[in-house]
């Protein structure tokens, strides 16, 4: 059974910063397409992951860009988010995401579109104030 579990969220101050953690279970973070996804108040759950990590690299929406970083840890099977220079507007529920169907190599890619990925985790609350 696969599983992601989001960690590493809170409340900080605009200009701090978190790290978010994804803990997976039961499929290698190298064999699958990693997304970080938010949903922020009001909203539904964004369409394009915010970031996202493959074996052919790592790609970032416009607005989190220069700020944001998305890493990976093959021993410890995990997916990080480090966050900078938070900006309220970053407030939102942030979810893991696995499109266990490519990987970013053997000819395949990774893309941030929602629907490409089949496993999700339960999210993890970022609030940041002004």
């Known amino acids: 059974q696969v599983r992601l579990e989001e960690s590493g969220g809170g409340s900080v101050q605009a200009g701090g910063s978190l790290r978010l953690s994804c803990t997976i279970s039961?499929?290698?973070?190298?064999?699958?397409?990693m997304g970080w996804f938010r949903q922020t108040p009001g909203n539904k759950r964004a369409e394009f992951a915010i970031?996202?990590?493959?074996?052919?690299?790592?790609e970032y929406d416009d607005s989190v860009k220069d700020r944001f970083t998305v890493s990976r840890d093959n021993a410890k099977n995990v997916v990080y988010l480090q966050m900078n220079s938070l900006k309220p507007e970053d407030s939102a529920i942030y979810s893991c995401?696995?499109?266990?169907?490519?990987?970013?190599?053997?000819?395949?890619?990774?893309?941030?579109?929602?629907?490409?990925?089949?496993?999700w985790g339960q999210g993890t609350q970022v609030t940041v104030s002004s």
């Open positions: 995401a696995a499109d266990r169907r490519r990987t970013g190599s053997d000819g395949t890619s990774c893309y941030r579109r929602d629907f490409m990925y089949d496993t």
């Open positions: 039961g499929v290698r973070v190298n064999s699958a397409c």
């Open positions: 970031a996202m990590i493959g074996n052919d690299g790592t």
